[in-house]
């Protein structure tokens, strides 16, 4: 499975590549890959369905317990074939939905990457790589949403989503190392075969958790932040926006139902916040009149309701979250690619501008009205199943029984009204004129909703299909243990039968009601000023303001203050940990000083001192020569060359840069006040006492044998080098090595920006390049320490 | 820098270009040599900014960028991605996320010739920090026009 995933991120790399050379049958062609591994995961069917997930792992950081694991149960292959096989048809939707665009090569890249990193999520067996993978989607739909990058709505709302899932992410990330320590692994095997709902860490890792889900599948009151993600090209919000990443958080949830859930704080908490979802959700749904945005705030109610019977956490519940997820994704899927087709053929974005299509898109019509009934859970279309379960799980719930049927309903009574406006109001009725000469797609564009649609009226007519492959394993995930109902089309006539019946008359009424309703509710367009959007808006302000203000503070610009800063601070906490030990015992033995060492250290003394009292930038530049010089003598002595060389070679391009800047410093001033320099001259004497003091404190109590003796022996069996210096640089300690030239190219990149990205005609001032020479002396230095 | 260059010194022109290439060389000696012996890409790699530098002062700003040929921050991104890509052939033989992988081929007339990641990962190391180097200073050379 890691190939699966790693040859994903492979193809999203060469894509902007293959798209130079196969131009516009780029989708197609890049759709063959997901497409594989559909069949693959299908072809995996039979045997999870048995109830044998499917683990492989490899050691990733084995010291600190974390693998890149993989484990394919029935949740996991749900998602995954979701991702693959929806994914198949985006692609070559996009292919021709964006055809020409000059980004469309980077706009592959994008969304592969997303696929990759989401189908690394879904198939997670380690609570780490989940969670990296879960960064990777935010980070990939951040680009995805702000593809139109030139727009700055688009940035702006991109931004929005990013920042949302970003809190979210982090609160999750807390959560999840709380979830491994309280479990023991983080191991996702191992964690599930737990029941953690007693432990003492279970109330804050749970809150995380639910933060981190909440945010990413667009729960209320974060719900804001999917409709606004709409600002994405169509075939991303049919993505990532209906079937995959808004699901990642459901995903989160049932993953962790085993072991989380059936606590009275999981069971309130979920179903409270997903039917105040689902209702927020289908309620804005019912008053948007933007195709897109319809779509999305359905999605929000699907999500809410996905969230609400996870809560439940019954057998049934799990059955009918599993059922009505793949419903979803079915309808929604092919729902957003025709919203897409309504632009993309005839110039279409909104309800009130469209009518009477039937004739022009004959075909487009037939899908839409098969998935929109699907949605309205029409028999014999298997969102008629889904919502058969639904209604069954509410009224089998142990709690709050009734007034959770009776959200569900009347999400239902809405959603067929959404349903109809989407069956009805662009393909029949009056024609009107549309901006655009209005025509069938080609097929690349057609055959993803077709093909959904027609699944999802294939498996309402035969739902043991997907239950006995699928649907049965992934319930069994979530539950935890083996799942014993099963699916059908008609479950005879029952309570739910007639619920349903009622909201399909309720929300066919309603529909002949529109504009009265949205004319009665218009009310909320003012309430809404003070909504979770406005709120969010007004902490992002604060967050600005007070960013700035910590800048301007800490960030002043003045090379002398952060050394200042710096140095207290040290002085501070380092004489702070001193004065609190027990045994404070110093290294007084200097009799093993050898002569050279004591000379050097006289000429250090005195550069030192004549560099603090002399009057003149070049003495000084050159004293610190000197002194540079003679730290690298001191490596010299005590054998290590490497150190040494890299002093010197330091100092010399120290001169060099300072020749650069030198000649525009001003003239050698006196400029600070007498008591300045005393408090300078203060901090460091103190910080000078308080590091010789911490040198003299440690070589006393060493209390463990260096590491030293390791390298030296291992050096040349193990790393087959003799100088050490580098076997640990670029062999035994090579990661550290990475990080540091990793800041050795910001650095790099901070130098030009600073200087390039400069408006107007300021030159750069001296603290400015200061800093950077010093940064850099700074760093080459710890690199090779 | 114009004030600089108005002292261009002839004697430090023409004994740049007879050291420069021989700079250069023992930049790529101390690189190929550090596994054993003192030096290495860091090593390696500031002589080498160095003598770029040495160009720079002793003719001027473009043709030592001519030198280089290419934008200093380009080796930089190539160096990072060098180091990056040699951890991961450990993964493909199964071995942990960065494990040393050595190759040894045979030549002929040379004898052995020892491959192995941590020498790429030095290479990475090397341009790296003359890209670094070089970056700082062409972007300060370039502030001063």
Same mark, same amino acid.
């Given at each position: 499975?890691?190939?699966?995933?790693?040859?994903?991120?492979?193809?999203?790399?060469?894509?902007?590549?293959?798209?130079?050379?196969?131009?516009?049958?780029?989708?197609?062609?890049?759709?063959?890959?997901?497409?594989?591994?559909?069949?693959?995961?299908?072809?995996?069917?039979?045997?999870?369905?048995?109830?044998?997930?499917?683990?492989?792992?490899?050691?990733?950081?084995?010291?600190?317990?974390?693998?890149?694991?993989?484990?394919?149960?029935?949740?996991?292959?749900?998602?995954?074939?979701?991702?693959?096989?929806?994914?198949?048809?985006?692609?070559?939707?996009?292919?021709?939905?964006?055809?020409?665009?000059?980004?469309?090569?980077?706009?592959?890249?994008?969304?592969?990457?997303?696929?990759?990193?989401?189908?690394?999520?879904?198939?997670?067996?380690?609570?780490?790589?989940?969670?990296?993978?879960?960064?990777?989607?935010?980070?990939?739909?951040?680009?995805?949403?702000?593809?139109?990058?030139?727009?700055?709505?688009?940035?702006?709302?991109?931004?929005?989503?990013?920042?949302?899932?970003?809190?979210?992410?982090?609160?999750?990330?807390?959560?999840?190392?709380?979830?491994?320590?309280?479990?023991?692994?983080?191991?996702?095997?191992?964690?599930?075969?737990?029941?953690?709902?007693?432990?003492?860490?279970?109330?804050?890792?749970?809150?995380?958790?639910?933060?981190?889900?909440?945010?990413?599948?667009?729960?209320?009151?974060?719900?804001?932040?999917?409709?606004?993600?709409?600002?994405?090209?169509?075939?991303?919000?049919?993505?990532?926006?209906?079937?995959?990443?808004?699901?990642?958080?459901?995903?989160?949830?049932?993953?962790?139902?085993?072991?989380?859930?059936?606590?009275?704080?999981?069971?309130?908490?979920?179903?409270?916040?997903?039917?105040?979802?689902?209702?927020?959700?289908?309620?804005?749904?019912?008053?948007?009149?933007?195709?897109?945005?319809?779509?999305?705030?359905?999605?929000?109610?699907?999500?809410?309701?996905?969230?609400?019977?996870?809560?439940?956490?019954?057998?049934?519940?799990?059955?009918?979250?599993?059922?009505?997820?793949?419903?979803?994704?079915?309808?929604?899927?092919?729902?957003?690619?025709?919203?897409?087709?309504?632009?993309?053929?005839?110039?279409?974005?909104?309800?009130?501008?469209?009518?009477?299509?039937?004739?022009?898109?004959?075909?487009?019509?037939?899908?839409?009205?098969?998935?929109?009934?699907?949605?309205?859970?029409?028999?014999?279309?298997?969102?008629?199943?889904?919502?058969?379960?639904?209604?069954?799980?509410?009224?089998?719930?142990?709690?709050?029984?009734?007034?959770?049927?009776?959200?569900?309903?009347?999400?239902?009574?809405?959603?067929?009204?959404?349903?109809?406006?989407?069956?009805?109001?662009?393909?029949?009725?009056?024609?009107?004129?549309?901006?655009?000469?209005?025509?069938?797609?080609?097929?690349?564009?057609? $055959?993803?909703?077709?093909?959904?649609?027609?699944?999802?009226?294939?498996?309402?007519?035969?739902?043991?299909?997907?239950?006995?492959?699928?649907?049965?394993?992934?319930?069994?995930?979530?539950?935890?243990?083996?799942?014993?109902?099963?699916?059908?089309?008609?479950?005879?006539?029952?309570?739910?039968?007639?619920?349903?019946?009622?909201?399909?008359?309720?929300?066919?009424?309603?529909?002949?009601?529109?504009?009265?309703?949205?004319?009665?509710?218009?009310?909320?367009?003012?309430?809404?000023?003070?909504?979770?959007?406005?709120?969010?808006?007004?902490?992002?302000?604060?967050?600005?303001?007070?960013?700035?203000?910590?800048?301007?503070?800490?960030?002043?610009?003045?090379?002398?203050?952060?050394?200042?800063?710096?140095?207290?601070?040290?002085?501070?906490?380092?004489?702070?940990?001193?004065?609190?030990?027990?045994?404070?015992?110093?290294?007084?033995?200097?009799?093993?000083?050898?002569?050279?060492?004591?000379?050097?250290?006289?000429?250090?003394?005195?550069?030192?001192?004549?560099?603090?009292?002399?009057?003149?930038?070049?003495?000084?530049? $050159?004293?610190?020569?000197?002194?540079?010089?003679?730290?690298?003598?001191?490596?010299?002595?005590?054998?290590?060359?490497?150190?040494?060389?890299?002093?010197?070679?330091?100092?010399?391009?120290?001169?060099?840069?300072?020749?650069?800047?030198?000649?525009?410093?001003?003239?050698?001033?006196?400029?600070?006040?007498?008591?300045?320099?005393?408090?300078?001259?203060?901090?460091?004497?103190?910080?000078?006492?308080?590091?010789?003091?911490?040198?003299?404190?440690?070589?006393?109590?060493?209390?463990?044998?260096?590491?030293?003796?390791?390298?030296?022996?291992?050096?040349?069996?193990?790393?087959?080098?003799?100088?050490?210096?580098?076997?640990?640089?670029?062999?035994?300690? $090579?990661?550290?090595?990475?990080?540091?030239?990793?800041?050795?190219?910001?650095?790099?990149?901070?130098?030009?920006?600073?200087?390039?990205?400069?408006?107007?005609?300021?030159?750069?001032?001296?603290?400015?390049?200061?800093?950077? $020479?010093?940064?850099?002396?700074?760093?080459?230095?710890?690199?090779?320490? | 820098?114009?004030?600089?260059?108005?002292?261009?010194?002839? @004697?430090?022109?023409?004994?740049?270009?007879?050291?420069?290439?021989?700079?250069?060389?023992?930049?790529?000696?101390?690189?190929?040599?550090?596994?054993?012996?003192?030096?290495?890409?860091? @090593?390696?790699?500031?002589?080498?900014?160095?003598?770029?530098?040495?160009?720079?002062?002793?003719?001027?700003?473009?043709?030592?960028?001519?030198?280089?040929?290419?934008?200093?921050?380009?080796?930089?991104?190539?160096?990072?991605?060098?180091?990056?890509?040699?951890?991961?052939?450990?993964?493909?033989?199964?071995?942990?996320?960065?494990?040393?992988?050595?190759?040894?081929?045979?030549?002929? @007339?040379?004898?052995?010739?020892?491959?192995?990641?941590?020498?790429?990962?030095?290479?990475?190391?090397?341009?790296?920090? @003359?890209?670094?180097?070089?970056?700082?200073?062409?972007?300060?050379?370039?502030?001063?026009?």
């Amino acid at each position: 499975m890691l190939n699966v995933v790693l040859s994903i991120f492979l193809l999203a790399c060469i894509a902007p590549h293959l798209y130079r050379l196969l131009g516009k049958h780029t989708g197609l062609v890049l759709a063959l890959l997901p497409a594989t591994l559909f069949i693959y995961f299908a072809s995996q069917l039979s045997a999870v369905s048995q109830g044998q997930p499917l683990l492989q792992s490899w050691p990733w950081f084995p010291g600190l317990g974390i693998q890149l694991s993989f484990m394919l149960d029935g949740l996991s292959l749900l998602f995954a074939l979701l991702i693959t096989g929806i994914g198949t048809f985006i692609l070559c939707y996009a292919g021709q939905y964006l055809q020409g665009h000059p980004a469309l090569g980077r706009f592959f890249l994008f969304l592969l990457s997303f696929m990759g990193a989401m189908l690394g999520l879904v198939l997670s067996d380690n609570l780490i790589t989940l969670f990296v993978f879960w960064e990777l989607t935010t980070v990939s739909s951040f680009m995805l949403i702000g593809f139109n990058h030139e727009d700055s709505e688009s940035r702006q709302k991109a931004h929005q989503g990013l920042m949302v899932t970003v809190l979210g992410g982090l609160a999750l990330m807390t959560g999840l190392i709380m979830l491994g320590m309280a479990a023991g692994s983080y191991q996702l095997s191992d964690v599930l075969q737990q029941d953690l709902t007693g432990h003492s860490l279970y109330l804050p890792m749970l809150i995380l958790i639910l933060l981190g889900a909440f945010t990413k599948s667009a729960q209320t009151p974060f719900h804001f932040w999917l409709p606004n993600a709409m600002a994405a090209p169509t075939p991303v919000s049919a993505y990532l926006h209906s079937a995959t990443m808004v699901k990642a958080g459901v995903y989160l949830l049932a993953r962790l139902q085993p072991s989380l859930g059936g606590s009275e704080v999981w069971l309130l908490t979920l179903s409270a916040v997903g039917a105040l979802t689902m209702l927020t959700g289908i309620f804005l749904a019912s008053r948007a009149t933007g195709i897109k945005k319809v779509l999305a705030y359905s999605t929000v109610m699907a999500l809410g309701t996905l969230t609400m019977l996870l809560g439940l956490g019954t057998e049934k519940a799990a059955l009918a979250a599993v059922t009505f997820l793949l419903a979803h994704a079915l309808y929604k899927g092919a729902l957003f690619m025709i919203a897409g087709i309504l632009d993309h053929e005839a110039g279409i974005k909104d309800f009130e501008k469209a009518s009477g299509l039937r004739k022009l898109m004959p075909r487009t019509t037939l899908v839409a009205v098969v998935a929109a009934l699907s949605l309205a859970g029409v028999i014999p279309l298997f969102g008629f199943v889904g919502k058969e379960l639904l209604l069954e799980a509410v009224l089998s719930g142990s709690q709050w029984q009734l007034g959770l049927t009776a959200a569900t309903v009347l999400a239902n009574i809405f959603v067929v009204l959404v349903a109809a406006l989407l069956a009805i109001k662009p393909w029949f009725g009056q024609a009107l004129p549309t901006p655009k000469p209005a025509h069938d797609p080609g097929w690349q564009m057609l $055959a993803g909703p077709a093909v959904l649609a027609t699944l999802g009226l294939i498996f309402g007519l035969l739902p043991m299909l997907p239950d006995q492959y699928l649907l049965n394993a992934a319930a069994t995930a979530v539950y935890g243990q083996p799942i014993s109902g099963y699916l059908a089309l008609w479950h005879g006539i029952n309570l739910p039968l007639m619920l349903s019946l009622g909201s399909l008359v309720l929300g066919l009424l309603l529909f002949r009601f529109w504009q009265p309703w949205r004319k009665l509710t218009a009310v909320v367009e003012t309430l809404s000023k003070a909504g979770p959007e406005a709120g969010y808006n007004k902490l992002m302000a604060a967050l600005v303001s007070f960013a700035a203000w910590q800048t301007r503070v800490l960030q002043n610009g003045y090379l002398r203050n952060y050394l200042l800063t710096t140095m207290a601070t040290v002085v501070l906490l380092v004489g702070w940990a001193m004065l609190r030990l027990e045994h404070f015992e110093l290294n007084w033995q200097f009799s093993d000083v050898r002569v050279q060492e004591a000379v050097i250290f006289l000429v250090l003394l005195t550069t030192i001192i004549s560099a603090v009292v002399l009057n003149s930038f070049l003495g000084v530049v $050159a004293l610190l020569g000197a002194l540079g010089f003679a730290v690298a003598l001191i490596y010299v002595f005590f054998s290590a060359v490497d150190v040494g060389i890299t002093q010197v070679l330091v100092e010399t391009i120290t001169v060099l840069l300072l020749v650069l800047v030198l000649y525009r410093l001003p003239e050698f001033r006196r400029l600070s006040s007498t008591a300045h320099r005393a408090r300078d001259a203060l901090i460091a004497i103190a910080s000078g006492t308080v590091i010789t003091l911490l040198i003299l404190l440690v070589t006393a109590s060493r209390s463990m044998e260096g590491i030293a003796w390791y390298f030296l022996e291992k050096s040349v069996p193990e790393g087959y080098g003799r100088n050490v210096v580098n076997v640990i640089l670029v062999d035994f300690r $090579a990661l550290d090595t990475l990080g540091e030239i990793f800041v050795l190219a910001l650095v790099a990149i901070g130098v030009y920006a600073m200087v390039h990205l400069r408006t107007g005609a300021k030159p750069v001032t001296n603290a400015d390049k200061r800093l950077t $020479a010093e940064q850099k002396r700074q760093q080459s230095v710890k690199g090779e320490l | 820098m114009s004030r600089q260059f108005n002292m261009r010194s002839l @004697i430090l022109s023409t004994g740049t270009t007879i050291i420069l290439p021989l700079l250069l060389l023992f930049s790529l000696f101390l690189l190929l040599r550090g596994h054993n012996e003192p030096g290495g890409g860091f @090593i390696g790699g500031l002589v080498a900014a160095a003598a770029i530098a040495l160009k720079l002062f002793a003719d001027d700003y473009p043709s030592a960028k001519a030198l280089l040929r290419v934008h200093p921050l380009q080796l930089v991104g190539i160096g990072l991605a060098l180091a990056a890509l040699s951890s991961l052939p450990s993964l493909l033989v199964g071995d942990n996320f960065f494990t040393a992988q050595w190759w040894t081929l045979p030549l002929p @007339i040379f004898g052995e010739l020892k491959l192995s990641t941590p020498l790429i990962f030095d290479i990475g190391v090397f341009l790296g920090v @003359i890209g670094t180097v070089l970056t700082v200073i062409f972007t300060l050379v370039e502030a001063e026009h």
